[in-house]
């Protein structure tokens, strides 16, 4: 079975660090693209960042761009999130997710791991 | 950027059909995907390229789009589908970004 199972959460205080990481099972994570969505306590999901499958290319959402870093391990079948700089409003539950597809969906998504940022 | 447009909430009976709308600027020419979420659970893709299903998804979970309306309908809804329903677009306005709209909360009465 496609497995996707996150790590790394926990509580950190206002503008410090946080280092998610995603671990693929069961299939070949070398060839998918691979994303990170959030989800605010009360609020809709968020996408955050996205990385191609040999990691030339990231992309992420305004409002975390500078301060958090996707990347990948591709002989480890690891997907992580450096989040530095964190803010209250980045309390969330995070979500790997493999894809977009070649058609911009994202197929299997793990169970979440949640980062609170808090005083 | 690129707005989607949900409902906050629809309610429909055991039995009956649901349909759950995502407007946004010609969305019609987009492909729009549908994600179902429960509590303390993972996301699920439930339709994805406008109308198609992924595997063990049932043929009551079936999708349309045109003009600005991406439109997720349920039919026959049953207790389990009950579920916070997000549909989802890449649009390339500001850069490549991947949108969601804000959910439509489903509730079965």
């Known amino acids: 079975e496609v497995q996707l199972l996150e790590s790394g959460g926990g509580l950190v205080q206002p503008g410090g660090s946080l280092r998610l990481s995603c671990a693929a099972s069961t299939f070949t994570f070398s060839t998918y693209w691979m994303t990170w969505v959030r989800q605010a306590p009360g609020k809709g999901l968020e996408w955050v960042a996205t990385?191609?499958?040999?990691?030339?290319?990231?992309f992420y959402v305004d409002a975390v761009k500078g301060r958090f870093t996707i990347s990948r391990d591709n002989a480890k079948n690891l997907l992580d999130l450096q989040m530095n700089s964190l803010r209250v409003d980045d309390t969330a539950v995070y979500y790997c997710a493999r894809g977009p597809t070649l058609t911009d969906y994202m197929d299997v998504w793990g169970k979440g791991t949640t980062g609170t940022v808090s005083s | 950027s690129y707005v989607l447009t949900q409902p906050p909430s629809v309610s429909v009976a055991p039995g009956q059909a649901a349909t759950i709308t995502c407007g946004g600027h010609?969305?019609?020419?987009?492909?729009v995907h549908w994600y179902q979420k429960k509590p303390g659970q993972a996301p699920a893709l439930v339709v994805y390229d406008d109308s198609d299903r992924p595997s063990g998804i049932p043929e009551r979970f079936s999708g349309s789009n045109s003009g600005d309306t991406a439109t997720l309908t349920i039919s026959r809804v049953e207790a389990g589908d009950e579920a916070d329903y997000y549909c989802?677009?890449?649009?390339?306005?500001?850069?490549?970004?991947?949108?969601f709209g804000g959910g439509t909360t489903l509730t079965v009465l």
């Open positions: 990385i191609k499958p040999d990691a030339s290319e990231t």
């Open positions: 989802q677009v890449w649009d390339t306005t500001s850069g490549a970004t991947w949108v």
């Open positions: 010609l969305i019609g020419g987009k492909r």
